[in-house]
């Protein structure tokens, strides 16, 4: 089931009604059916897999509480890592073995079996054993109630895309009474509102150009290909935050707070403050999980710098079973290296330029640099495999400035397009100043009741529909 969908907009009022409406005992367990019942939309055996995950994983915080062995821990870990590997990565894992052996000179294919990606597991497999390594650090007490720990992880407004939920925020939550609050309701249901403008006006509309260019770069000029680059940018950056504004509304409006997942990204000064407000939630996973463990960056430079490119190698699997996400990744790692090397000579050239820290004029060129290195490697990302990504780098280098055919989008549709990228970077902009939810709280009703009717006609008049338009089709939701 899909926040922008039919079914959601008649399973949410009565989820939401009947939670207020039922005592504090019944509402957690309430609140778990309907949750199930949400992803059940999905397809049906994927919650087998979903239960299996609460009933492992909460019987090892168990042990773990009670007993601090590292076999228990290690063998939770494994069996996750395990489900995540055969459904994910099985295939991909065969293609690079039937690949190596053919290299070698063996006449041999890959087989390729029919193993369907169940929704969300890359999200909620990452919170369970995020949960498990907490309860063995002693950082949180193992969840006793069993209806409480399976709420944490089928949550139905962060089930699908997260974010990823760590248990000492949440499961405190689901212990606390919730009363109805209008202010968070109304501002719930504003952020919802935002995050569908994000999805239906930009995300779905650029989705056309996008996927219209790529499909054939050789045919399309430089400037093309430079526009569909940057025009990916900002669609999986308003697909993905758009999906996490609609999931913290809708988690908001029944009063529980949700981590945020992004802050403004595209005004990152550096690639590593890029990933300081991209994907919080899975970047600070990583770092707690993975990053520090490994040894972060106290044995030395060279270490720190290993420990960057697994990191990053391994989010780039994450994000999808293929090379190009892998070199995704590895490039964004490489820019870190690059940018953490080169430190101490750009800061004395910009010493010797006279233009401190906060100026205006270093502030915007170490912005638009981060944006154009980020688009680069987002090339790869969006590329259905590396000889296309390829394709599209070398058509802006090397390919006529301009084609004269369509782009998929026609003139209007352009202008839609970027008017809506305005209101998105004004939003963004006044987001670094001030507590927008706030000052519209405090705004006058015609003004708070104007913003909701422009937000909703916006999305209704201007949304991306039509043929071939899939209410589900979220790039994070439901690929990885």
Known sequence: MAFLSVPFFCFFPVAVLLYFRLPQRGRNLWLLLASWFFYLCAKPVYLTLLLFVIASTYGAGRIL???????VLAGCLVLETC?????????FALSLAGGALRALGFDCSAPVLEIVLPVGISFYLFQAMGYVIDVYRGEIPAERDPVIYALFLSFFPQVVSGPIGRGGELLPQFRTGHPFDWDKFRTGLLRFLWGAFKKLVLADRLAVL????????ETFGALQLMGAAVAFSFQIYCDFSGYTDMALGVAGSMGFTLRENFRTPYFARSIADFWRRWHISLTSWFRDYLYIPLGGSRAGAGRKYRNILIVFAVSGLWHGAAMTFVVWGLLNGLYQIAGALTAPARDRLWRTLGLGEESRFRKLVQTAVT???TTVAWVFFQAESLSNALAVL???LHGPLWVYQSIGLDR???????????VLFWVDLRSLRENLAARWLAAPRPVRWLVLWVLLFACLIFGSYGTGYDAQSFLYGFSF
């Open 65 to 71: 509480e009670v007993r601090k062995s590292r076999v």
């Open 83 to 91: 489900l995540l590997f055969f459904f994910k990565y099985v295939n």
């Open 210 to 217: 996008v996927t219209t260019v790529y499909a054939a770069p």
């Open 371 to 373: 944006f154009v290195l």
């Open 394 to 396: 070398s058509g802006m």
């Open 412 to 422: 209007w549709e352009l202008l839609v397009a970027l008017a809506g990228l305005l």
